[in-house]
């Protein structure tokens, strides 16, 4: 579990209540991902013209579902968006996105919380506005770097 944790997407990991600016302005946004645990891979487009798809919307909630209990949630579509910068700002836009964590349910959470003191008894997580999250051959200090002057 430690190992997770060193490789956590550390700045993605809080909430996106203080979401500010990020708006997607017209821009047509797609996302690649594949996720640790279930091995399933997605690729589509979340973003067009600057408003949201609500079909992506639904098939990126089923991806980053509990996948322990196979429980989705509906995700906040702003934290695709901060993701989507990220990368963007660290030209990586167009790689794939390793998910290591995205929604738990409250009991996966209680579960988690009851092995390790570094899961919040109220996490992000379970609010669906959270995503842990590695890229090979992308330094996490280089991510956290550029969530740093994204302000989030």
Same mark, same amino acid.
């Not at 203080?18 to 891979?41: D, L, N, P, Y």
């Given at each position: 579990?430690a190992?997770?944790?060193?490789l956590?997407?550390?700045?993605?990991?809080?909430s996106?209540?203080?979401?500010?600016?990020?708006g997607?302005?017209?821009?047509?946004?797609?996302?690649?991902?594949?996720?640790?645990? #279930?091995g399933?891979?997605?690729?589509?487009?979340? @973003?067009?013209?600057?408003? +949201?798809d /609500?079909?992506? $919307?639904?098939?990126?909630?089923?991806?980053l579902?509990?996948?322990?209990?196979?429980?989705?949630?509906?995700m906040?579509?702003?934290?695709f968006d901060?993701?989507w910068?990220?990368y963007r700002?660290?030209?990586a836009?167009?790689?794939?996105?390793n998910?290591?964590?995205?929604?738990?349910?409250?009991? #996966?959470?209680?579960?988690?919380?009851?092995?390790? @003191?570094a899961?919040a008894k +109220?996490? /992000?997580?379970? $609010?669906?506005?959270?995503?842990?999250?590695t890229?090979?051959?992308?330094?996490?200090?280089?991510?956290?770097e550029?969530?740093m002057?994204m302000?989030?």
């Amino acid at each position: 579990m430690a190992g997770i944790a060193s490789l956590a997407f550390g700045f993605l990991a809080v909430s996106v209540a203080s979401f500010g600016s990020a708006g997607a302005q017209g821009e047509t946004r797609t996302i690649s991902m594949v996720h640790r645990h #279930t091995g399933e891979q997605i690729m589509l487009t979340f @973003r067009r013209g600057g408003a +949201y798809d /609500q079909q992506a $919307l639904q098939r990126l909630n089923w991806f980053l579902r509990d996948w322990r209990r196979d429980e989705p949630t509906n995700m906040d579509p702003r934290l695709f968006d901060v993701v989507w910068e990220a990368y963007r700002g660290a030209d990586a836009s167009n790689q794939v996105i390793n998910v290591v964590s995205a929604y738990r349910s409250p009991e #996966t959470n209680a579960m988690l919380r009851s092995r390790s @003191r570094a899961v919040a008894k +109220y996490s /992000q997580h379970m $609010l669906g506005k959270a995503m842990d999250t590695t890229m090979p051959g992308l330094p996490m200090s280089h991510i956290r770097e550029i969530g740093m002057r994204m302000q989030r």
